[in-house]
């Protein structure tokens, strides 16, 4: 997303710099960090969250914690990345007035995010996180480490020498896609002379269109190199050496303090809402997945028992009313699995619904279904094993139908939705193989048989 989108909808949510009255214009941004942190409270919180599902996004929910707590210190978290050697290290310890982060002139000096505090801005708790350089020979694990510091990130300062290679371009339209306010930091500065560094900052910006704001495309030294001075003794023999020069960051580290002390809050709640938004995606995905698992065993072993209880049966025609009793019994337990209790009754009636559908889109089916009952206690021996079987798994396959139709049913909420039950039923008719399915049933049923005849 263009980093003047994202500007673009934070109008109107800008933190008041210190000192301003809170007026009516500034309110929506202290009001829309308090909204986001309650919404994440309410989804550490949340109780019909499983516990299986918090242990496998334990992660995630630490970074929930870890982003609430970030809100309420009021913090604002910048991310720094570039290629090796562009001195991204160099850069977060020029801007912290002191060394917070390891820099080194190898491959891989960086190999784990790091975090300081802003020390010049600790009125808005400013934190840099260090990062891995997006070219590093390991390249893909640590990337990927780099992306997701962005993701909970504030603000990325993307640190390049010159100008953008390919990959470094490919990198900031990820990162733009994050959604992040972009910062370009032209690092090494002192190695161009003012024309060429104009020309290069011209380049830059417009290579940077609708990815970041020409105002944020900065030029910077975080370690100059060093000078050669010469200076003349009293003798007057010259004696030459190098001297070191401050780092040259006060641009960057302005324009840092200026959106920290504007928009950090803003900032900082709009990350932590998408984030949370991401993992209540995941949290229900997970929900339902382990939903649906628990519900495909429930149907499968009421399937057994209806089909091997239809089978047993030796009454003709009283097997299929008891079968019905135990379809009203799946409905029931399927309703707890999903959260939305139904009772016996209400579950009858559920079970009524589906079976007139069923039974007006396969009447020819339930038809053998009653002539098998019948045939099952007139004939003997393996006649009437095979029957039954046969019998047993039709009633099978009805249980497969009823048990589908009702988690549609449940999953929409108790609704049926605008095509009515007519319409679901038959969608659920069409996505099953039936052939495949009374396979299954007439070879589980015909072992069990086999097993109860002995």
């Known amino acids: 997303m263009p980093t003047d989108n994202l500007w ?23 009001a829309g960090s308090s909204r986001v942190a309650d919404s994440l409270r309410n989804l550490l919180d949340d109780p019909t969250i499983p516990a299986t599902v918090r242990n496998e996004l334990a992660a995630d929910f630490g970074r929930i914690e870890n982003m609430l707590a970030k809100l309420e210190r009021g913090e604002l978290h910048v991310a720094v990345f570039g290629r090796v050697s562009t001195g991204k290290s160099a850069l977060g310890n020029a801007l912290l007035g002191r060394k917070a982060f390891t820099v080194g002139v190898l491959h891989g000096t960086t190999t784990d995010a790091e975090h300081a ?30 992306f997701e510091v962005a993701e909970v990130s504030d603000l990325v300062i993307f ?45 830059l910006r417009l290579r940077m269109a609708g990815l970041v704001r020409a105002e944020d495309v900065i030029a ?45 809050k803003t900032l900082s709640a709009i990350n932590a809402g998408l984030y949370a938004g991401r993992l209540t995606d995941q949290v ?51 309703s707890r699995v999903y959260g939305l209790p139904l009772t016996r009754a209400e579950s009858g009636r559920l079970v009524a619904v589906i079976s007139v559908q069923l039974a007006a889109l396969m009447g020819a089916i339930w038809g053998m279904q009653l002539v098998a009952s019948a045939l099952k206690g007139m004939s003997a021996g ?13 009633g099978w396959y009805a249980t497969v139908l009823i048990g589908r139709a009702a988690e549609r049913y449940l999953v929409a909420g108790k609704s049926w939705g605008e095509a009515g039950a007519k319409r679901a039923v038959a969608d659920i008719v069409a996505s099953l193989d039936r052939d495949s399915i009374l396979r299954e049933a007439r070879e589980e049923i015909l072992k069990r048989l086999k097993l109860h005849h002995r």
């Open 284 to 334: 229900s995905a997970r929900i339902a997945e382990t939903r649906r698992a628990v519900a495909a065993k429930l149907i499968h072993n009421y399937c057994i028992a209806k089909g091997v209880a239809v089978a047993l049966n030796p009454i003709p025609v009283a097997d299929l009313l008891a079968a019905a009793g135990l379809d009203a019994a799946m409905v029931v337990q399927l």
């Open 8 to 30: 673009q909808r934070l109008r109107g949510w800008v933190k008041p710099a210190a000192g301003t009255p809170l007026t009516p214009a500034s309110r929506p941004a202290v």
């Open 382 to 394: 393996l006649s009437v094993v095979v029957t039954a079987a046969a019998q047993g798994a039709l």
């Open 117 to 146: 505090v802003l020390d010049e801005a600790q009125h808005d708790g400013l934190v840099l996180i260090d990062t891995p350089g997006i070219n590093e020979l390991d390249g893909e694990a640590r990337e990927q480490l780099a």
């Open 220 to 264: 910077v030294a975080a370690r100059p190199a060093a000078q050669r001075v010469v200076e003349v003794d009293g003798r007057g023999h010259e004696q030459s050496h190098e001297q070191s020069r401050p780092p040259d960051v006060a641009a960057l580290r302005e324009r840092l303090l200026a959106i920290a002390a504007r928009e950090g």
């Open 159 to 203: 640190v390049g020498d010159g100008d953008l290679t390919r990959e470094e371009l490919d990198a900031l339209k990820t990162l733009a896609a994050t959604q992040r306010p972009l910062l370009l930091a032209l690092n090494k500065a002192d190695r161009y002379g003012a024309d060429e560094l104009a020309d290069l900052l011209a380049h």
